[in-house]
């Protein structure tokens, strides 16, 4: 393979619009310093200043040396995206570090590529005595990085350029709603907007039924919607949903990350009062016979097992877990080590096959997702009936995704690939946990956590956890998030940089 | 008993009478004749439910603003509590606070106003910059 030595002009224009970037994650800083303002946390405040003053002196430096009128090539676009969120997540745990809550630098720079990734894993000591502000930052990069950080830059800073539709595929984001991207990142983030005023507020009646004051209510919502809708799973208190003590707090986020996990395309046709497309749509119909299916074997396993002491213990603990899995949130009405110790053996590869999973393209979910495992399936079909059929039959497969699709070598090709490479990202994390000395199930439901950004854990993610471990995720959880090809592309470019020709 | 003990070994100590003892966090959850509060020891929080009698005695809550009460719980402990939809949790039998909570004073370190100057001027001189080119 002949590799082009890149020139200095790609850094020039790759540095330019990073520097875009920074200035982005700098602007998003004044929302939680106007939260340590209003909530008169004037200690916090500094926090904000430090990390929003280190944003934007990246940002305009970048900008200001590297000014270039030139538009992005596919792959200076890809390697824009992927040293976006390196940069995002590092700028981001500025004022998390300086919270004085975490052990180290790369701790908070873990929570918050954590955040970015809409993980939720995290690594933050004494989570319940945290500044409001911290909290709001912490949620609030969930949400920008659920949206995707470079479809926040295209919707706010860009105009027009035709470089925005290699940043927002490069973006793991495979379709458009609508044909011009600067259109289909402003109706993500207008979707986003209507379920976030919706959510907040059925989240925030949730709590003031539980006695909490309008105050708290509110402030509760807004983090639990950003977490849930974005499927990252962060909340501001260390038992995760267990905190709350509601039944309504757990059916109406179940709704959210549901709504999170399905197609921003597909919620396009549902606002246009397209309803029959929640009956043919491919990703809805695998994503509810995934669902069905996997609830039946681990409530089946749970019974087996006697975990609950009756029926309806195990349908909100099996149920919520499953569906906090499958979108990819990782919100948990368990403790960590109960899935060890409490459930069976059984219904934690179930659970870890529902992680893998995820929810749709072109969703706020991370893993293989609905679409690929589809075509997948509809492939295997395809093949199947090949063989059935007189040599001279000329088999076609049909599969409806908004619209009627012949189902295309290539389609499957590219679904197969991602496919295989999360596998590899689930195994290599499983083998380096067992290699760290922990029990491969646990190792596995950790990885394929942190890879298919989903947050729920058994555990093993503590601080105190090895540094190799801690490095491991923080690659899984970015390269799964990115879904690997502009990770690829940003390693050819760095060999290109140093051997090409 | 600590909460790692409780959540580790939970089958050992389901429905025995336990002792635990930690930090009152968060707000408190009415229900009826009970409430909830979760009491956390350093290293996980754990529910406990209360008669509504001793609501009224927890005055601190553990908070980015308050060192919440230090309470010493006795009570029943539950692995999967078949009352409140599987949880791990404590219904209380007796409540004592050990030490009261306190409000935390949260001062602003020199170190950092001098590196938020310092960053601000940084930031300021970038944008100049940048502003200059433009033009």
């Not at chain 1, 059925?202 to 209510?217: C, D, E, H, P, Y």
């Not at chain 1, 080590?337 to 529902?354: D, K, R, V, Y």
């Not at chain 2, 509504?52 to 006795?74: P, T």
Request: aromatic share 14%; glycine share 8%.
């Amino acid at each position: 393979m002949i590799l082009l030595k890149s020139r200095f002009s790609d850094l020039k224009i790759i540095s330019f619009y990073l520097g875009k970037v920074a200035v982005t994650i700098a602007i998003a800083m004044l929302i939680p310093l106007g939260f340590a303002i209003f909530f008169l946390e004037h200690a916090v405040v500094y926090d904000f200043i430090i990390g929003f003053s280190a944003a934007v002196s990246l940002g305009y430096f970048l900008i200001a040396r590297c000014h270039t009128n030139d538009d992005l090539n596919w792959a200076q676009g890809m390697v824009v995206v992927a040293l976006s969120w390196l940069i995002a997540a590092f700028l981001g745990a500025i004022p998390l570090y300086l919270s004085g809550h975490f052990r180290c630098f790369l701790d908070a720079y873990f929570d918050a590529m954590s955040g970015f990734a809409t993980t939720g894993l995290t690594l933050i000591q004494d989570l319940d005595h945290l500044s409001k502000a911290h909290n709001i930052w912490r949620h609030l990069i969930m949400f920008l990085g659920g949206q995707g950080i470079v479809v926040f830059v295209i919707s706010f800073l860009f105009s027009g350029a035709s470089g925005t539709l290699r940043l927002y595929v490069g973006e793991a984001r495979d379709q458009r709603v609508f044909p011009n991207v600067i259109n289909t990142a402003r109706f993500i983030w207008s979707v986003s907007l209507v379920y976030f005023f919706l959510g907040s507020i059925a989240l925030m009646l949730a709590g003031i039924m539980n006695g909490f004051t309008l105050k708290t209510s509110l402030f509760e919502a807004v983090c639990l919607f950003m977490a849930a809708f974005d499927t990252g799973g962060f909340t501001p208190h260390s038992q995760s949903i267990i905190y709350y003590h509601s039944f309504s707090y757990e059916i109406i986020t179940i709704i959210i990350m549901i709504l999170g996990a399905i197609n921003f395309k597909l919620h396009y046709e549902l606002w246009n009062g397209n309803r029959q497309e929640l009956t043919r749509n491919i990703e809805i119909k695998t994503f509810t016979f995934s669902v069905i299916s996997i609830f039946c074997l681990i409530s089946i396993s749970l019974a087996n097992f006697e975990a609950y002491p009756n029926y309806m213990s195990l349908f909100r603990q099996g149920f919520y877990q499953l569906i906090s899995a499958h979108t990819g949130t990782g919100y948990q009405t368990i403790y960590g080590p109960q899935f060890l110790n409490q459930w069976s053996e059984f219904s934690l590869i179930a659970l870890i096959i529902a992680m893998s999973l995820g929810g749709g393209i072109c969703s706020t979910t991370g893993g293989i997702k609905m679409l690929r495992l589809g075509v997948i399936y509809k492939a295997l079909l395809q093949d199947i009936n090949r063989i059935l059929m007189p040599g001279s039959s000329v088999v076609v497969e049909k599969l409806h995704h908004v619209k009627d699709m012949i189902l295309e070598d290539k389609l499957v090709r590219s679904s197969l690939i991602i496919t295989f490479c999360f596998f590899f990202l689930f195994m290599a994390g499983a083998l380096i946990g067992t290699f760290l000395g922990y029990p491969f199930l646990a190792a596995l439901f950790e990885s394929t956590s942190a890879s298919a950004n989903v947050g729920l854990s058994c555990g093993i993610t503590s601080p105190t956890m090895p540094l190799l471990l801690k490095l491991t995720y923080i690659l899984q959880m970015w390269a799964g998030r990115l879904e690997f090809i502009a990770v690829f592309i940003l390693g050819g470019f760095i060999i290109a940089f140093m051997k090409g020709r | 008993m600590s909460s790692s003990e409780l959540i580790n070994r939970a089958d050992e100590f389901d429905q025995q009478l336990i002792s635990y003892q930690g930090e009152a966090i968060g707000e408190i959850v009415k229900t009826n004749d009970y409430a909830w509060v979760n009491v956390y020891d350093g290293t996980n929080a754990i529910s406990v439910h209360l008669p509504a009698q001793f609501r009224g005695m927890i005055k601190y809550r553990g908070s980015y603003n308050y060192r919440g009460d230090e309470l010493k719980i006795s009570g029943i402990f539950n692995r999967a509590c078949p009352q409140h939809g599987g949880i791990i949790d404590i219904h209380a039998q007796a409540v004592n606070i050990i030490r009261p909570g306190s409000p935390i004073r949260h001062g602003v370190e020199k170190k950092k106003v001098e590196l938020s100057i310092f960053a601000l001027l940084i930031a300021f001189l970038s944008v100049a910059m940048a502003v200059r080119r433009k033009r």
